[in-house]
Structure formats: C-alpha cells, structure tokens
DNA sequence: TCCATAGTTCAACGAATATAGAAGTATGGT
DNA sequence: ACCATACTTCTATATTCGTTGAACTATGGA
C-alpha cells in the first residue's frame, strides 16, 4: 500500500457520516446492506448517501452491486485490514519490546474470536 | 471512544505530510524527534510542520515536550490503539469466523512482539 | 405504457483546509 | 545586552468539502 492509498482511505473514513456507514456496514459483515437501508438507519437524505458512499467506494473501502431496484453495498474487509497493517509498519523500528499496538485489545480467551 | 474523537483522529492523519510525521514518529518509538529533525527529513517549512503537528496534537496522536530550544514530538501509542479498536468495533456482528480483520498478520511467535 | 420506487447526478453555496510570507516568542551562547 | 537558533502565530488566499434542492436514470409492477 502506497501513502496516497492510505490519506484516501484515512480521508474516506475521517467524516462522521462516512464513518458511521463504514462501520454500519463493517457490523454487518460481507452480505452488506441496501443504500435504503443504510439511509434510514443513519437519517441520511438519499442525495447526500450517495456522495458519501462513492467516497468510500473510490477509497476501495466498500464494494457495489445491484440488486433490482436496490444498491447492495458492502465493507471490503481485505482493504480495512491493509490500511490498519500501513498504519502499524515500522513501529517503533527495532524495538517490538515497546510496541503492542496492534494487539487488539480485549482478546478473552482463544476461543473467543471476537472482531473488535 | 467516541466517533467524533475517532473522526478527528482519523482527519489528522488524512493528509499526507501528516501521515508522513505521523509514521515517522511511531517508527521513532517513545523517544520522538524535534520538530526541526522532522522538517529536515520531510522537507517541510517550519511553519507549515507546526501547522500539522498541531493537528496531530489535538487529535491527541502525538505529544510535545520542550528540551532547550527544540520542541520533541513523539507518537502516542495508545491514541493510535484505541483507533484501530474503534474501526473494527463489532466487526462482522456475530459472525467472527469471517472476520480476520485485526489478525495483525505476521504474528510468527508469541514470543516475538512484531510491531508491523 | 404508465407510474412508483430506489438511487444518482448536477449546480450552488457556506464552511473548513493547506500553504506561504511575515512577524513574533523563547531559549542559549557570547 | 545582543544575536542566532528553533519554533510558533498571524494574515491572506486558493482549494476542497458537505449539504441541499431539483432534475435525471433505472428497475419493477399493473
């Protein structure tokens, strides 16, 4: 991942709206939800959804796809997972000792697959 | 953490010379850079670096100390955590098995903390 | 074909952003 | 006290962003 991938991806994430969305559809997981859907859940006006999921959608962070009247969009995950390794590399560069960053918290036990 | 801390986490590092001081500061490690070691190495005017390093600051991703006349910068290391938790919070809701999302990659021991 | 539903595109506007130049503040050395 | 160094603050400006209202496209049903 080249640094201007990963400014539009920052960028695409870093507006309330958008980021309410990419996680709405993050929830959601790989079956995604319908702009409809996506609209009303939030209180967003149809017009203004879509300039904020095209962002998302140029920024390679969601995906498309219709279906009859509706447009399924849904979270790439393969995306998300690359900008939060860009985010982490090199970290602290020769001394791991120091950096648990990418540890994601709250791992109970090792059944417990949680997402978060 | 609230979205609209995340937000502003998120827009600070949206740019690219901030993404720049940002990763250079976490590869730093805990004991940072001054602000002029920073412009040096990312060929930034002093004013315009301050201008971004005070972005970074309120979003409260980097901290500054004054030693002499330099000012020393370094990343936070929790901030950055508590972001990437936040973006995968209740990823794939209920269905873990697909969600690989923060599965750092490289974990090649549990004795070897890899950063990246 | 006619119409409703589901989204998208376009134009306009106020607000926020990034940069540059100039001036200002604080520390250290002589 | 004087000066240089190291940053910061102020002002102005061009650009980008987010929202709205209106018009437009595409699909499905009667």
Redesign the interface.
């Known amino acids: 991942m080249e640094?201007?991938d990963?400014?539009n991806a920052?960028?695409a994430?870093?507006?309330?709206h958008r980021?309410?969305v990419f996680?709405l559809l993050?929830?959601?997981?790989?079956d995604g939800l319908s702009a409809g859907d996506i609209a009303n859940r939030l209180g967003l006006a149809p017009n203004t959804l879509t300039f904020h999921l095209d962002r998302l959608r140029h920024a390679a962070l969601v995906t498309v796809q219709r279906d009859g009247r509706s447009m399924i969009y849904a979270a790439r995950?393969d995306a998300?997972?690359d900008l939060?390794?860009f985010?982490?590399?090199?970290?602290?560069?020769?001394?791991?000792?120091?950096?648990?960053?990418?540890?994601?918290?709250r791992r109970r036990s090792r059944k417990?697959?949680?997402?978060?």
């Open positions: 640094i201007i990963a400014v920052l960028a994430l870093a507006q309330n980021l309410a996680r993050v929830a959601s997981g790989p995950f998300m997972k939060l390794g985010l982490t590399d090199d970290c602290c560069g020769g001394r791991p000792e120091i950096c648990e960053i990418t540890r994601p918290a417990a697959k949680t997402c978060g």
